[in-house]
């Protein structure tokens, strides 16, 4: 028996892998084919943190927290062949999903890119599904990434898991309606209603973990060593916004909030999602779901004023004289928008908020000062339009 952890060398999943490992005495199986080293370069950008190889970070795993039960697949999930492998040979008993092309910029770029995305995406989630299903491992705990992106921006609070519908003097629960706005959101909206159809005609208990914008550097695990330290990226197409402001403030150019900026948008720590998602991966079997759960992975809305004015006090800290602007907003979106959503069943998983934002924008610039330099070469790459006049 084993975990598998997909996607395991991305921002969220290699540190979900050690925190996993460093929970249980099974083997953890790390899977991935370095798409996402591939599309960043295609870009012409680069990860702020040095990203060691998969052999030094595994070989790191081991040196420093003593974690001899780690081992490494290279393969695409795309591919039904590699995944009925993965699962004859492993015979996991929970599989952590994060594999995916997870940036919405990069899937808006063109049809090709679009298309990319949506096959990748959605064609290795279907693929661990069936392959589950087809192979007899249909009590493997099956926990994928989606993203609270899903929801898009309703003006009612947004529940964890379904609503209930009224017609007629009649109820039912159904699914919360997708409202994507990217080709990359859309394939994690078909993903959510995939997840939800393998539990009804498979039975496989499915957790699907609506991760909102994920900040932050370090976890406990990755802290000790650089070998193991995550992929940190910064430029307009995979770095996050509190990502990008953070490397603006370190760079020295001011923090360019669009519009009045005061709409509110869902965040979580790195450390919080890595948390959460290693605590479903250990669970004993009647710790986790026999069903199909949301989690909406959220620690706290933030508004993009309120997260650059933290960003620029935090700022001070470090030396950096930040000045927070507002320029003409090229997006049609409300700038406004305040943003409700249940995490309650999520908070109950982690059990408590391990970092605030004010502490991960700390931990951020700590770690970006270190690689100033790296910043700064490769500024083109986050600059917004307005600063590149």
């Known amino acids: 028996m084993s975990i598998l952890v997909t996607g395991a060398d991305g921002y969220i999943g290699w540190p979900t892998a050690l925190r996993t490992a460093n929970r249980t005495d099974e083997r953890v199986v790390l899977v991935d084919n370095f798409g996402r080293r591939e599309w960043v370069a295609s870009v012409g950008a680069r990860s702020a943190t040095p990203v060691a190889s998969m052999e030094e970070r595994l070989e790191a795993a081991e040196d420093v927290h003593g974690l001899r039960n780690l081992s490494f697949v290279e393969g695409d999930l795309t591919d039904r062949s590699v995944v009925d492998e993965l699962l004859q040979v492993h015979e996991p008993r929970a599989v952590v999903h994060t594999a995916a092309q997870p940036s919405a910029p990069y899937s808006q770029v063109n049809g090709e890119r679009a298309n990319f995305t949506q096959h990748n995406n959605m064609q290795a989630t279907r693929n661990l599904a069936f392959g589950l299903a087809e192979n007899d491992r249909t009590d493997a705990h099956l926990v994928e990434t ?6 898009g921006a309703p003006a009612f609070p947004i529940p964890e898991g379904g609503s209930t519908m009224y017609h007629e003097g009649q109820q039912d629960e159904v699914p919360f309606p997708a409202m994507a706005g990217s080709w990359y959101h859309m394939t994690k909206s078909h993903d959510a209603a995939n997840l939800r159809l393998a539990n009804t005609q498979f039975g496989i208990p499915v957790s699907d973990v609506r991760t909102a914008i994920t900040y932050g550097t370090e976890t406990e695990e990755t802290r000790a060593d650089d070998r193991l330290k995550t992929r940190f990226d910064f430029d307009y197409y995979f770095g996050v916004v ?18 009045k900026g005061q709409q509110r948008k869902p965040f979580v720590s790195l450390e919080d999602a890595v948390e959460g998602l290693a605590r479903l991966a250990t669970g004993d079997a009647g710790d986790r779901p026999n069903d199909h759960v949301v989690y909406n992975q959220v620690t706290r809305p933030i508004s993009i004023v309120d997260m650059a004015e933290t960003i620029a006090e935090v700022g001070d800290e470090f030396d950096l004289d930040v000045d927070v602007t507002h320029v003409e907003n090229p997006r049609d979106e409300d700038e406004t928008h305040q943003m409700e959503i249940e995490n309650a069943r999520y908070m109950d998983l982690i059990g408590e908020q391990a970092l605030t934002f004010e502490e991960g924008v700390r931990d951020v610039l700590e770690t970006l000062t270190r690689y100033r330099e790296t910043i700064v070469a490769h500024e083109d790459r986050f600059l917004p339009d307005v600063l590149e006049e």
């Open 242 to 259: 509190a990502h990008r402001f953070c490397a603006q403030a370190v760079a020295g150019y001011p923090l360019t909030v669009y519009g």
């Open 146 to 151: 989606t993203t609270t992106g899903i929801y």
